[in-house]
């Protein structure tokens, strides 16, 4: 008797269903001969379908992507488990050298945060200076004189050096580039004093 082998070549359910029960059927009533030929007739469809060799290599494919380049003896979850193991010691200094370095970076950032901020607060000084009212010492007037006298929008502007002691008692913008200070200048508590561009010989105290 000659066993239907043709249901592997149906795609529908329906289909599969219909031929699998015949061939159950079929088997019942086969001799064992039969039988086994049929079996080999069904592993020799699925290697037509899988491709002999396939399954196989798809696992070593697999294994290989997870393996990557370690070497031999790390090549395993187990030998890397071992070598924790073995190594602890070694392994929580590495951890703990880790977590000290995180620690100096987030410290490192927020050193770097503070200094952004204060090169932005010196641009924004400087910008904000370009936009004042540039006045100069007068005839006859001393340079604490044009300091004292220096009214709200506007910025002193100093282009030769100062050798005598000066005293800032409100809020001044003093633009000297190039200009060098060599005498005391005295700045009162609280008080916003911005000198643009100049060089500093002499002592600058806060009183």
């Not at 770097?112 to 005839?139: K, N, R």
């Amino acid at each position: 008797m000659a066993i239907e082998k043709t249901f592997l070549d149906y795609t529908g359910l329906q289909a599969y269903d219909s031929k699998l029960k015949d061939w159950v059927k079929a088997l019942q009533n086969a001799s064992t001969s039969e039988v086994t030929g049929g079996l080999q007739a069904q592993i020799d469809a699925l290697n037509e379908l899988v491709g002999e060799g396939t399954v196989d290599e798809r696992v070593a494919a697999a294994v290989a992507s997870i393996v990557d380049s370690a070497p031999e003896t790390f090549d395993t979850l187990k030998e890397v488990a071992s070598w924790i193991k073995e190594h602890g010691e070694a392994a929580a200094a590495l951890i703990q050298t880790v977590a000290d370095q995180g620690q100096e970076i987030v410290a490192l950032d927020h050193k770097i945060d503070e200094v952004a901020d204060s090169i932005q607060a010196i641009s924004g000084t400087y910008i904000d200076a370009l936009f004042l009212e540039a006045v100069t010492v007068a005839e006859g007037q001393t340079i604490q004189d044009a300091i004292d006298t220096l009214g709200e929008g506007q910025k002193l502007v100093l282009t030769e050096d100062v050798a005598e002691d000066l005293t800032i008692n409100h809020d001044a913008v003093i633009e000297a580039d190039g200009v060098t200070f060599s005498g005391k200048i005295t700045v009162a508590q609280g008080i916003a004093a911005t000198v643009i561009g100049a060089t500093f010989t002499g002592e600058v105290v806060v009183a």
